[in-house]
């Protein structure tokens, strides 16, 4: 319970898991992972606690991955973080397989097979998934952002601009619309 079996950078060696539970903290870098930094750049490195417990050739993890992607917000373009925090899950099952049921796990994404002989698991590709489709598309600096002005382009967050621009009220928009014949 609670030791560290040698996960290294992301890679669980079974023979350091014995029968029952067992605590894993892992801190991966983007590196690690290979996430493009050009996309979503992850700072600091992704932490993941996971408990593995082990009925014979089963490993269940459960646990929590999170992480920080920072970037510009998306409506002041200033700098910005999102943290992210989600459950995860993953069945790896140590035994022979049909082709069938190797192909309906692969589609699975908390459930992987490996070979009887296999020593090693690599958890990278299953946790650089997470963290692909977790990450959001864009961030904000904050909630209530009132962004930059669409006429001057001053950022709203400084105070209001020389247009003094309101927020386009939809309704009114919507009247703008309508023409009288
Ligand atoms: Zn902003
Ligand atoms: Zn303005």
């Given at each position: 319970m609670g030791l560290d079996p040698g996960t290294g950078h992301g890679v669980l060696r079974f023979e350091d898991l014995s029968e029952g539970a067992?605590?894993?903290e892992l801190a991966l870098t983007a590196e690690d992972l290979s996430v493009a930094r050009d996309e979503l750049e992850m700072e600091p490195a992704v932490a993941a606690s996971?408990?593995?417990?082990?009925?014979?050739?089963?490993?269940?993890?459960?646990?929590?991955l999170?992480?920080?992607?920072?970037?510009?917000?998306?409506?002041?373009l200033a700098p910005a973080t999102a943290a992210q925090a989600v459950s995860v899950r993953l069945v790896i099952q140590r035994r022979r397989a049909a082709v069938d049921e190797q192909?309906?796990?692969?589609?699975?994404d908390e459930a992987a097979l490996c070979d009887p002989g296999v020593q090693a698991f690599d958890l990278r590709p299953w946790l650089r998934e997470i963290i692909l489709v977790e990450s959001p598309i864009r961030i904000a600096c904050r909630e209530a952002c009132p962004g930059l002005c669409p006429t001057c382009g001053s950022d709203l967050n400084q105070?209001?601009?020389p247009c003094n621009t309101a927020p386009?009220?939809?309704?009114?928009?919507?009247?703008k619309e309508v023409r009288f014949t």
């Open positions: 067992t605590s894993l996971l408990r593995v417990y082990r009925a014979g050739e089963t490993f269940t993890l459960t646990g929590q999170r992480w920080v992607v920072t970037g510009e917000c998306y409506r002041c192909r309906a796990v692969a589609e699975d105070g209001p601009c386009a009220d939809p309704r009114w928009a919507a009247l």
